[in-house]
């Protein structure tokens, strides 16, 4: 069992920067590929950005490509979601997920074995 807590969401307007960090517990995290997801309301759960367990394989949705960066600290436990030039379509509830599967990274939610709660980001135009 892995255990997820997202945090650094909020309120921030159009332009502006956001970093979010989700951190592990419970099971060896290196062991894990990581993602970033989001769900807006009304809408279904979005693939943001996935990690490999040891940081060699990246992949960004097309719609944060540029602007987002995914990143880990696999001695912190944590994986971490730097979010700049942020549009009000990003607004959405933000998920952080772990992956135990064979692939190096995984893009479908489905995929994803263990989940955190989310953490708001709201974008003001």
């Known amino acids: 069992q892995v255990q997820l807590v997202e945090s650094g969401g909020g309120l921030v307007q159009a332009g502006g920067s956001l970093r979010l960090s989700c951190a592990a517990s419970g099971r060896t995290f290196s062991n894990y590929a990581m993602g970033w997801f989001r769900q807006a309301p009304g809408k279904e759960r979005e693939f943001v950005a996935a990690?490999?367990?040891?940081?060699?394989?990246?992949y960004y949705a097309d719609s944060v490509k540029g602007r987002f960066t995914i990143s880990r600290d696999n001695a912190k436990n944590t994986v971490y979601l730097q979010m700049n030039s942020l549009k009000p379509e990003d607004t959405a509830l933000y998920y952080c997920?772990?992956?135990?599967?064979?692939?190096?990274?995984?893009?479908?939610?489905?995929?994803?074995?263990?989940w955190g709660q989310g953490t708001q980001v709201t974008v003001s135009s």
């Open positions: 997920a772990a992956y135990r599967g064979s692939l190096a990274v995984a893009t479908l939610y489905y995929e994803y074995n263990y």
């Open positions: 990690i490999s367990r040891n940081s060699g394989s990246i």
